[in-house]
């Protein structure tokens, strides 16, 4: 496959790493090569299975606009921007293109996510989530803490989970999940080692979107990849 990564950043250059170690051609553009998507043109996306977005959440609107429309394909790992969603889910439809977006492209977080749906169902606890990231975290709360809160709540209908958020140093992510009740406490947590986790997520989820078009949830989809 060839792909085409946008963003330079810590997890932008690992998905690149991957997915030259996984055989791919890859082409890499920054934010100065692409503002306002301008460099997202049909002649630039000849020959280009795939999109991967790791950018923020402003760029990542402009990008996933321009590669839609011209019914192009991009698995999306940038958060913030899900006030768009519908938008980009009718676009997607409309030109028969691909979307497969996510919080967070680690495997062993959507476990974590399953986990915390079964620890969700206790009754009589009360429920909290505290993240940990980097300081160049733009977000917070991260996206995917705000799933877990969105896990908790849905479970918990009548109750508000609170998030706590951290950045610290060059922290790669940590999540944790707790349930205090009047007799214990149960805690569930994911730490991050590394970013090679999201970036392998990542590309296997492009490998997955390549011969697809619509739009998917990896929530919903990572038991295939």
């Given at each position: 496959m060839l792909l085409l990564v946008?963003?330079?950043g810590k997890t932008g250059s690992l998905v690149t790493q991957v997915a030259r170690e996984r055989g791919h051609g890859v082409r890499v553009l920054d934010a100065?090569?692409?503002h306002h998507a301008s460099a997202i043109t049909g002649p630039a996306l000849a020959g280009i299975d795939v999109v991967i977005d790791f950018t923020t959440a402003e760029a990542a609107v402009a990008n996933m606009r321009a590669v839609l429309a011209l019914g192009g394909r991009i698995v999306v790992g940038?958060?913030?921007?899900y006030a768009q969603l519908d938008e980009?889910?009718?676009?997607?439809?409309?030109?028969?293109?691909?979307l497969l977006?996510?919080?967070?492209?680690?495997?062993?977080?959507?476990?974590?996510?399953r986990l915390t749906a079964e620890l969700a169902k206790l009754e009589g606890y009360q429920f909290a989530i505290a993240e940990t990231h980097h300081l160049s975290k733009?977000?917070?709360?991260?996206g995917t803490a705000i799933t877990l809160k969105q896990i908790v709540e849905a479970a918990q209908p009548n109750r508000t989970v609170e998030i706590t958020s951290h950045r610290i140093g060059d922290a790669n992510g940590?999540?944790?999940v707790t349930a205090t009740g009047p007799d214990d406490t149960l805690e569930i947590r994911h730490d991050a080692q590394n970013r090679r986790g999201f970036a392998l997520g990542a590309v296997r989820a492009a490998e997955w979107l390549a011969h697809r078009s619509g739009v998917y949830d990896v929530r919903e989809i990572f038991d295939q990849l």
């Open positions: 946008l963003g330079k100065r090569e692409n940038t958060t913030g921007w980009m889910k009718a676009l997607a439809i409309r030109r028969q293109a691909g977006y996510g919080a967070n492209f680690s495997i062993g977080v959507q476990k974590f996510f733009l977000d917070a709360p991260s940590e999540h944790i």
